[in-house]
T-cell receptor, first 114, second 108 residues
Framework: DAMVIQNPRYQVTQFGKPVTLSCSQT?????MYWYQQKSSQAPKLLFH???????NEADTPDNFQSRRPNTSFCFLDIRSPGLGDAAMYLC?????????????FGPGTRLTVT | QKEVEQNSGPLSVPEGAIASLNCTYS??????FFWYRQYSGKSPELIMS????GDKEDGRFTAQLNKASQYVSLLIRDSQPSDSATYLC????????FGDGTTLTVKP
């Protein structure tokens, strides 16, 4: 089945220690998104890729970076995680060229910062 | 004012009742409207999309859109305990903006 896969599902890192989260998709969608979601809050868009074009949200901290080496993969790098970065990180995809922009989410990575 | 606002919860209904979830949005140029269901600790799952004024039905779910009033709703008929989740409204004119969600509990 076509899907969005995120690894790892759970990540524990130390304060200030860089961490990388990965996302892959078999849907062949050209748009990929990274969201941060904290408890009882809406998903907060960090950035998205429209094909290879990177789009950063204005309020995304510089501590967060992203890479998309090819259509199928996307990575989220947190250079120096703080306690406030503990959250669920969600990857989603959609297909441009339709009017819908329906998004399909991976299972998420739960990040804990100690 | 938030771009997407959902009725504050939590919402509790008895099994078999109709659950009504509401959402208003501020951007008049929005073209696409979505409802996602999110179980506790899980990621959002798309359950309904609606693009034109009126009603769209899918099984026990009905989405309603009124662009003039900038209002979109989700009705869940014959609510089941398995419908207990947080429901996120999302509005898109390109990328999606999510509401904070309404938590629904269906009591047996």
């Amino acid at each position: 089945d076509a899907m969005v896969i995120q690894n790892p599902r759970y990540q524990v890192t130390q304060f200030g220690k860089p961490v990388t989260l990965s996302c892959s998709q078999t849907l062949n969608h050209n748009v990929m998104y990274w969201y941060q979601q904290k408890s009882s809050q809406a998903p907060k868009l960090l950035f998205h890729y429209y094909d290879k074009d990177f789009n950063n949200e204005a309020d995304t901290p510089d501590n967060f970076q992203s890479r998309r080496p090819n259509t199928s993969f996307c990575f989220l790098d947190i250079r120096s995680p703080g306690l406030g970065d503990a959250a669920m990180y969600l990857c989603a995809t959609s297909r441009e060229g339709t009017s819908s922009y329906e998004q399909y989410f991976g299972p998420g990575t739960r990040l804990t910062v100690t | 004012q938030k771009e997407v606002e959902q009725n504050s919860g939590p919402l509790s209904v008895p099994e078999g009742a109709i659950a009504s979830l509401n959402c208003t949005y501020s951007d008049r140029v929005s073209q696409s409207f979505f409802w996602y269901r999110q179980y506790s600790g899980k990621s959002p799952e798309l359950i309904m999309s609606i693009y034109s004024n009126g009603d769209k039905e899918d099984g026990r779910f009905t989405a309603q859109l009124n662009k003039a009033s900038q209002y979109v709703s989700l009705l869940i008929r014959d609510s089941q305990p398995s419908d207990s989740a947080t429901y996120l409204c999302a509005v898109s004119g390109g990328k999606s903006t999510f509401g904070d969600g309404t938590t629904l509990t269906v009591k047996p």
